[in-house]
């Protein structure tokens, strides 16, 4: 579980406003079958500098690497003059994230078979 933070943003509209872009770029077709190749949700909350500035949080299930790689395209998304971070996230504050990572892997087991 990974926190990809995009801190910078003077209102939380702002920050809102930068999901739809990461959603395209994390799920280019929404209408596909599940499971997503990366289960992921956003927040958002203040990025705890002294000047009332906004977080977009994206919460990925997924391995580190994944989680930098990640982290490199919403870097370019999000465009200079924003601070992408990346650090563990505690699952238990992204439940429906880490639910949605065991449904979906439920699925995957079923459509392999068995051995697979």
């Known amino acids: 579980m990974y926190e990809i ?4 943003h003077p209102s939380t509209e702002e920050a809102i406003a930068l999901q739809d872009p990461i959603e395209r770029l994390l799920c280019p077709d929404p209408d596909h079958a599940p499971p997503c190749e990366i289960p992921w949700s956003f927040t958002v909350t ?18 580190k690497r994944q989680a930098m790689r990640v982290a490199a395209q919403v870097r370019t998304l999000a465009g200079e003059g924003r601070v992408v971070a990346v650090s ?3 699952a238990g504050e992204w439940e429906e994230l880490v639910e949605q990572y065991r449904f979906e892997r439920g699925l995957r087991s079923e459509r392999s078979g068995p051995g697979q």
């Open 88 to 90: 563990e996230g505690d």
């Open 46 to 63: 203040d990025d705890g500098s002294d000047d009332d500035s906004w977080a977009l949080v994206l919460g990925v299930y997924t391995s």
């Open 5 to 8: 933070r995009i801190a910078g």
